[in-house]
């Protein structure tokens, strides 16, 4: 059966007309739209509207072409696949705009937790890619072509590749959940379970690079990291507690010690960097009586854990100095040992 020219006329420019309308709507829509999205704070609706802008022109099209189906006397079977085609194009637009928006929400989530992914590296591909092979399915469904073929030669497929890639895609996931989870982030102090300490240097898809304070760089699967006991000296917060044990001899008046060691220790805050004034420091007569000495220990505040080593090396220094100007003895550990001459102790036998 041959197709009448006449016939596509009258629906053909009936559809032209729609199509122009539509996209005179679809123009005075957008530009309304993106007036509204500049006076909002939330970048959430720029998204959406830049993600729907070019899909919208396939919708513009479809419902054109279905006004001009619905004043056509075309036969039944141009009727058919002119419909399919619009179904075709819906689906289509709708994934495409499905995978722009979804892509872009990822990009502004990451940007906004500042997390160390590359918004545009594997993750933002595997976004889009499963949306498009999720549309590409549902497309291959309505033109009638049977997608369980397809479905179990990808679920072999993924089968073989997870068995062959078993390590990679545990250190991969093992990523995934450490950025997610944020229990350790890039420029964080941390120690390892094995006594490695350093700062977070980069978290790969594969494995996390510590920097050691001898300026090593220590290489650890992200698998790995994730199953071990890691202390994050940054977390909560930087600020941590410095704790400085100090002895002294037992003709010491424990008052007087306690006062000369905050004298120094609240006298160092602002010489002293990264030794905080708040909360103040304070002394503690513990462990309390020692073989040889008196302890204390003096508890007080750093910025991060690095600051404590100058603040410790300088405190010991004033506090040394303070010491002797006010004839506060430290004592060195000491015993008495007694001695019996061998003579005697035979003697003392039976």
């Not at 073929?149 to 250190?171: C, E, F, R, S, Y």
């Not at 996390?208 to 790995?224: A, C, D, F, G, H």
């Not at 199953?227 to 008052?255: A, F, H, W």
């Not at 006298?267 to 002293?272: A, D, E, K, L, N």
Request: aromatic content about 10%; overall charge neutral.
């Amino acid at each position: 059966m041959h197709l009448r020219i006449e016939l596509l006329i009258l629906p053909g420019a009936i559809a032209l007309a729609a199509l122009a309308v539509l996209f005179l709507v679809r123009g005075v829509a957008f530009r309304i739209l993106h007036r509204w999205a500049e006076r909002t704070e939330t970048r959430l609706d720029d998204i959406i509207i830049r993600s729907f802008k070019v899909p919208s022109i396939y919708w513009c099209v479809a419902i054109a072409l279905q006004i001009g189906i619905f004043f056509s006397d075309l036969p039944d079977k141009y009727v058919f696949y002119l419909t399919r085609t619009i179904h075709i194009i819906i689906i289509f637009s709708i994934t495409i705009a499905s995978a722009t928006l979804s892509g872009k929400i990822f990009k502004n989530y990451i940007q906004q937790s500042n997390l160390p992914l590359p918004t545009t590296g594997l993750a933002y591909g595997i976004v889009k890619g499963t949306i498009l092979v999720i549309g590409f399915l549902i497309i291959l469904s309505v033109l009638g072509i049977s997608i369980t073929p397809i479905i179990t030669a990808l679920g072999v497929g993924g089968l073989a590749v997870a068995l062959a890639l078993q390590d990679t895609l545990a250190n991969l996931f093992a990523g995934i959940h450490i950025l997610v989870e944020k229990s350790l982030r890039v420029g964080d102090f941390i120690k390892l379970e094995s006594g490695q300490e350093g700062y977070v240097a980069d978290i790969t898809w594969r494995t996390t690079r510590i920097r050691m304070l001898p300026n090593n760089m220590v290489v650890i699967p992200n698998s790995k990291l994730s199953q071990s006991v890691v202390t994050n000296y940054y977390l909560p917060e930087k600020r941590m507690s410095l704790l400085i044990p100090v002895g002294v001899s037992y003709s010491s008046d424990p008052e007087h010690v306690e006062r000369v060691l905050l004298e120094e220790a609240k006298g160092s805050v602002g010489t002293i960097p990264g030794l905080l004034g708040d909360p103040e420091p304070f002394v503690r007569f513990i462990p309390g009586f020692g073989d040889s000495s008196l302890d204390f220990t003096l508890i007080c505040q750093v910025n991060e854990f690095t600051d404590q080593y100058l603040a410790q090396h300088e405190l010991r220094k004033r506090i040394f100095r303070r010491f002797q100007q006010e004839g506060i003895e430290i004592p060195f550990p000491h015993r008495t040992v007694y001695l019996r001459e061998e003579k005697e102790w035979h003697k003392s036998q039976p």
